[in-house]
């Protein structure tokens, strides 16, 4: 079994900073891409930011200049820093990952369980 396990988020004052983590672990072959989504309350979840197995990164409009996401092959780990946060941003955060536990399967996406990252003064 995959599991995707994320960490970090939490309350943040207008203009400050968080920096998400996210784990996997299991039966795990290789790991293609990597990235993170966000689902506000009403709305549908959205792509943040991705990034491929290589280290090629690409961003949503709304979070350019402002978000940083990176990755660690050797702990198979994705990172997402947040700087210059807005309210707008407030959302439950979600890892996402394409990973073949074996070499005789194909990938499959796997997610976590999502963190809370508030926005507020």
């Known amino acids: 079994q995959v599991q995707l396990v994320e960490s970090g988020g939490g309350l943040v004052q207008p203009g400050g900073s968080l920096r998400l983590s996210c784990a996997a672990s299991g039966r795990i072959f290789d790991i293609y891409a990597m990235g993170w989504y966000r689902q506000a309350p009403g709305k549908q979840r959205e792509l943040v930011a991705a990034?491929?197995?290589?280290?090629?990164?690409n961003y949503a409009d709304s979070v350019k200049d402002r978000f940083t996401i990176s990755r660690d092959n050797a702990k198979n780990t994705v990172y997402l820093q947040m700087n210059n946060l807005k309210p707008e941003d407030t959302a439950v955060y979600y890892c996402n990952a394409q990973i073949r536990a074996t070499m005789l399967v194909r990938s499959y996406d796997y997610w976590g369980q999502g963190t809370q990252v508030t926005v507020s003064s």
């Open positions: 990034i491929t197995d290589g280290g090629s990164a």
